[in-house]
T-cell receptor, first 114, second 114 residues
Framework: DGGITQSPKYLFRKEGQNVTLSCEQN?????MYWYRQDPGQGLRLIYY???????QKGDIAEGYSVSREKKESFPLTVTSAQKNPTAFYLC?????????????FGDGTRLSIL | DQQVKQNSPSLSVQEGRISILNCDYT??????FLWYKKYPAEGPTFLIS?????DKNEDGRFTVFLNKSAKHLSLHIVPSQPGDSAVYFC?????????????FGAGTQVVVTP
Protein backbone atom coordinates (compact mmCIF):
# COMPACT_ATOMS: atom_id res chain seq x y z
CA ASP A 1 0.00 0.00 0.00
CA GLY A 2 1.32 3.42 -0.93
CA GLY A 3 1.40 6.07 1.71
CA ILE A 4 3.27 8.42 3.98
CA THR A 5 4.88 7.08 7.14
CA GLN A 6 5.80 9.36 10.02
CA SER A 7 7.77 8.16 13.00
CA PRO A 8 7.74 8.15 15.91
CA LYS A 9 4.08 8.74 16.73
CA TYR A 10 5.03 10.37 20.07
CA LEU A 11 8.30 12.10 20.90
CA PHE A 12 9.60 13.83 23.99
CA ARG A 13 12.31 16.48 23.99
CA LYS A 14 14.43 17.74 26.82
CA GLU A 15 15.40 21.38 27.08
CA GLY A 16 18.31 22.25 24.78
CA GLN A 17 17.99 19.06 22.78
CA ASN A 18 17.57 18.67 19.03
CA VAL A 19 15.14 16.01 17.84
CA THR A 20 14.48 14.65 14.35
CA LEU A 21 11.10 13.58 13.01
CA SER A 22 11.04 11.07 10.21
CA CYS A 23 8.85 11.20 7.09
CA GLU A 24 8.99 8.61 4.31
CA GLN A 25 6.68 8.28 1.30
CA ASN A 26 6.36 5.57 -1.34
CA UNK A 27 3.88 7.41 -3.54
CA UNK A 28 6.61 8.58 -5.93
CA UNK A 29 5.57 12.15 -5.18
CA UNK A 30 7.97 14.93 -6.09
CA UNK A 31 7.04 17.45 -3.42
CA MET A 32 7.08 17.05 0.35
CA TYR A 33 5.97 19.38 3.14
CA TRP A 34 6.10 19.82 6.92
CA TYR A 35 3.30 21.44 8.86
CA ARG A 36 2.72 22.22 12.49
CA GLN A 37 -0.71 22.13 14.16
CA ASP A 38 -1.44 23.77 17.50
CA PRO A 39 -4.69 23.30 19.44
CA GLY A 40 -7.60 25.19 17.87
CA GLN A 41 -5.53 26.32 14.93
CA GLY A 42 -5.07 25.31 11.34
CA LEU A 43 -1.93 23.82 9.88
CA ARG A 44 1.02 26.13 9.35
CA LEU A 45 3.75 25.41 6.79
CA ILE A 46 7.28 24.97 8.15
CA TYR A 47 9.31 23.83 5.13
CA TYR A 48 8.64 22.35 1.71
CA UNK A 49 10.69 20.71 -1.01
CA UNK A 50 10.04 20.27 -4.71
CA UNK A 51 13.03 18.17 -5.66
CA UNK A 52 15.95 16.36 -4.07
CA UNK A 53 18.57 18.63 -2.49
CA UNK A 54 16.29 21.66 -2.66
CA UNK A 55 13.87 23.06 -0.08
CA GLN A 56 12.21 26.33 0.82
CA LYS A 57 11.14 28.00 4.05
CA GLY A 58 7.46 28.15 4.81
CA ASP A 59 5.69 30.58 7.11
CA ILE A 60 7.25 29.42 10.41
CA ALA A 61 10.70 28.00 9.60
CA GLU A 62 12.60 29.55 12.52
CA GLY A 63 13.99 26.90 14.87
CA TYR A 64 13.58 24.09 12.34
CA SER A 65 15.81 22.49 9.71
CA VAL A 66 15.22 19.91 6.97
CA SER A 67 17.10 17.87 4.39
CA ARG A 68 16.02 16.18 1.17
CA GLU A 69 18.75 13.72 0.21
CA LYS A 70 16.32 11.20 -1.25
CA LYS A 71 13.02 11.64 -3.07
CA GLU A 72 11.28 9.38 -0.55
CA SER A 73 12.51 11.06 2.63
CA PHE A 74 12.12 14.51 4.18
CA PRO A 75 13.24 14.53 7.85
CA LEU A 76 12.53 17.53 10.07
CA THR A 77 14.84 18.55 12.91
CA VAL A 78 13.38 20.61 15.73
CA THR A 79 16.35 22.49 17.13
CA SER A 80 16.89 23.94 20.58
CA ALA A 81 16.28 27.36 19.00
CA GLN A 82 12.59 26.48 18.68
CA LYS A 83 11.31 27.80 22.01
CA ASN A 84 7.80 26.43 21.76
CA PRO A 85 8.12 23.05 20.07
CA THR A 86 5.15 21.30 21.68
CA ALA A 87 2.76 20.62 18.79
CA PHE A 88 1.42 18.03 16.35
CA TYR A 89 3.70 17.76 13.31
CA LEU A 90 2.34 16.61 9.97
CA CYS A 91 4.24 15.61 6.85
CA UNK A 92 2.60 15.70 3.42
CA UNK A 93 3.50 14.98 -0.18
CA UNK A 94 2.07 15.72 -3.61
CA UNK A 95 2.69 15.44 -7.31
CA UNK A 96 3.69 18.66 -9.04
CA UNK A 97 3.08 17.76 -12.66
CA UNK A 98 0.22 19.75 -14.06
CA UNK A 99 -1.66 22.05 -11.76
CA UNK A 100 -3.61 21.79 -8.56
CA UNK A 101 -2.49 18.53 -7.06
CA UNK A 102 -3.84 17.83 -3.56
CA UNK A 103 -1.45 17.12 -0.73
CA UNK A 104 -1.67 13.79 1.08
CA PHE A 105 -0.76 13.56 4.75
CA GLY A 106 0.87 11.13 7.14
CA ASP A 107 -0.61 10.41 10.58
CA GLY A 108 1.60 12.88 12.42
CA THR A 109 4.09 13.01 15.28
CA ARG A 110 3.14 14.57 18.60
CA LEU A 111 6.13 16.31 20.18
CA SER A 112 6.14 17.24 23.86
CA ILE A 113 8.66 18.89 26.17
CA LEU A 114 9.88 17.01 29.25
CA ASP B 1 -2.78 37.54 9.44
CA GLN B 2 -5.13 34.65 8.79
CA GLN B 3 -6.04 34.51 5.11
CA VAL B 4 -8.46 31.59 5.42
CA LYS B 5 -11.14 31.69 8.10
CA GLN B 6 -13.61 29.13 9.34
CA ASN B 7 -15.75 31.12 11.72
CA SER B 8 -17.76 28.22 13.11
CA PRO B 9 -15.59 26.11 15.41
CA SER B 10 -18.28 23.46 15.72
CA LEU B 11 -21.42 22.13 14.03
CA SER B 12 -23.93 19.58 15.24
CA VAL B 13 -26.23 17.89 12.72
CA GLN B 14 -28.66 15.01 12.78
CA GLU B 15 -27.90 11.86 10.86
CA GLY B 16 -29.46 12.01 7.40
CA ARG B 17 -29.64 15.81 7.30
CA ILE B 18 -27.38 18.21 5.41
CA SER B 19 -24.13 19.54 6.90
CA ILE B 20 -23.02 22.93 5.59
CA LEU B 21 -19.51 24.09 6.43
CA ASN B 22 -18.40 27.60 5.55
CA CYS B 23 -15.04 29.14 4.75
CA ASP B 24 -14.06 32.74 3.94
CA TYR B 25 -10.79 33.98 2.49
CA THR B 26 -9.18 37.38 2.09
CA UNK B 27 -6.53 36.83 -0.59
CA UNK B 28 -8.04 37.43 -4.04
CA UNK B 29 -5.06 35.62 -5.61
CA UNK B 30 -6.20 32.24 -4.26
CA UNK B 31 -7.19 30.04 -7.18
CA UNK B 32 -7.36 26.52 -5.76
CA PHE B 33 -9.39 25.45 -2.75
CA LEU B 34 -9.52 22.16 -0.88
CA TRP B 35 -11.40 20.52 1.96
CA TYR B 36 -9.77 18.01 4.29
CA LYS B 37 -11.30 15.79 6.97
CA LYS B 38 -9.36 14.90 10.10
CA TYR B 39 -9.94 12.35 12.85
CA PRO B 40 -8.12 12.71 16.22
CA ALA B 41 -4.46 11.61 16.20
CA GLU B 42 -4.53 11.08 12.43
CA GLY B 43 -3.43 13.15 9.46
CA PRO B 44 -5.96 15.07 7.35
CA THR B 45 -7.57 13.19 4.49
CA PHE B 46 -8.23 14.98 1.22
CA LEU B 47 -11.97 15.20 0.46
CA ILE B 48 -12.65 17.47 -2.48
CA SER B 49 -11.22 20.48 -4.27
CA UNK B 50 -12.29 23.23 -6.63
CA UNK B 51 -10.47 25.48 -9.04
CA UNK B 52 -11.37 29.16 -9.29
CA UNK B 53 -12.61 28.66 -12.85
CA UNK B 54 -15.55 26.66 -11.45
CA ASP B 55 -18.28 27.50 -8.99
CA LYS B 56 -19.29 23.98 -8.05
CA ASN B 57 -17.69 20.56 -7.77
CA GLU B 58 -19.44 17.39 -6.70
CA ASP B 59 -18.14 14.03 -5.52
CA GLY B 60 -20.70 11.62 -4.13
CA ARG B 61 -22.17 13.04 -0.92
CA PHE B 62 -19.79 16.00 -0.97
CA THR B 63 -20.31 19.23 -2.93
CA VAL B 64 -18.14 22.33 -2.76
CA PHE B 65 -19.48 25.72 -3.84
CA LEU B 66 -17.26 28.70 -4.61
CA ASN B 67 -18.43 32.32 -4.66
CA LYS B 68 -15.44 34.33 -5.84
CA SER B 69 -17.09 37.72 -5.56
CA ALA B 70 -17.86 37.06 -1.90
CA LYS B 71 -14.55 35.23 -1.32
CA HIS B 72 -16.55 32.41 0.21
CA LEU B 73 -16.73 28.68 -0.21
CA SER B 74 -18.86 26.05 1.41
CA LEU B 75 -18.91 22.27 1.74
CA HIS B 76 -22.22 20.44 1.71
CA ILE B 77 -22.47 16.88 2.99
CA VAL B 78 -25.71 15.12 2.11
CA PRO B 79 -26.84 12.95 3.79
CA SER B 80 -24.72 13.25 6.92
CA GLN B 81 -23.55 9.98 8.44
CA PRO B 82 -22.05 9.14 11.88
CA GLY B 83 -18.66 8.51 10.23
CA ASP B 84 -18.65 12.12 9.08
CA SER B 85 -18.00 13.25 12.67
CA ALA B 86 -14.54 14.82 12.40
CA VAL B 87 -12.75 18.15 12.06
CA TYR B 88 -12.99 19.68 8.59
CA PHE B 89 -10.31 22.05 7.30
CA CYS B 90 -10.62 24.45 4.42
CA UNK B 91 -7.39 25.28 2.56
CA UNK B 92 -6.40 27.55 -0.31
CA UNK B 93 -3.43 28.24 -2.53
CA UNK B 94 -2.38 30.80 -5.13
CA UNK B 95 -0.37 29.76 -8.17
CA UNK B 96 1.51 33.07 -8.18
CA UNK B 97 2.73 32.71 -4.60
CA UNK B 98 4.25 29.33 -5.31
CA UNK B 99 2.90 25.87 -5.80
CA UNK B 100 2.03 23.84 -2.77
CA UNK B 101 1.82 26.72 -0.31
CA UNK B 102 -1.51 25.93 1.27
CA UNK B 103 -3.12 28.27 3.80
CA PHE B 104 -5.44 26.46 6.20
CA GLY B 105 -8.42 27.59 8.22
CA ALA B 106 -8.68 26.70 11.92
CA GLY B 107 -11.17 23.90 11.27
CA THR B 108 -14.80 23.10 12.10
CA GLN B 109 -15.65 20.19 14.39
CA VAL B 110 -18.67 18.33 13.01
CA VAL B 111 -20.71 16.03 15.23
CA VAL B 112 -23.37 13.88 13.57
CA THR B 113 -26.00 12.75 16.08
CA PRO B 114 -28.36 9.78 15.70
Amino acid sequence: DGGITQSPKYLFRKEGQNVTLSCEQNLNHDAMYWYRQDPGQGLRLIYYSQIVNDFQKGDIAEGYSVSREKKESFPLTVTSAQKNPTAFYLCASSLIQGSNQPQHFGDGTRLSIL
Amino acid sequence: DQQVKQNSPSLSVQEGRISILNCDYTNSMFDYFLWYKKYPAEGPTFLISISSIKDKNEDGRFTVFLNKSAKHLSLHIVPSQPGDSAVYFCAASAALSGWGKLQFGAGTQVVVTP
